[in-house]
C-alpha cells in the first residue's frame, strides 16, 4: 500500500511540476502541513482511545516503560 501511495505522489508532483507549474517548496510545505495535521489527529484519537479504556492508567504505564528502558 505504501509503495503505491509513493509511486503515485511521485507521478502526480510530476504532472503538478510539469502542467501546473507548481513550485517544489509549496508543494513540500503543503504536504508537510497535511502529514502534521493527520499525525496530530492521529495522537488524539490514540489519546482519547487509551483515555476510555479501564486498567492501567498513563503514568503506571510510563513508569512501567522508564524502567525497562533503564534496564536495558
Known sequence: ???SLWG??????QFLFQ????????LMSVR???????LVAISK?????THS???KTNATR???SLSVFWAC
Open 1 to 3: 500500500m505504501a509503495a
Open 8 to 13: 503515485v505522489s511521485g507521478t502526480f508532483s
Open 19 to 26: 502542467q501546473q507549474h507548481i513550485s517544489v517548496e509549496w
Open 32 to 38: 508537510m502541513l497535511i502529514s502534521g495535521i493527520v
Open 45 to 49: 484519537a490514540q489519546k482519547m482511545r
Open 53 to 55: 479504556r479501564p486498567g
Open 62 to 64: 510510563s513508569a512501567s
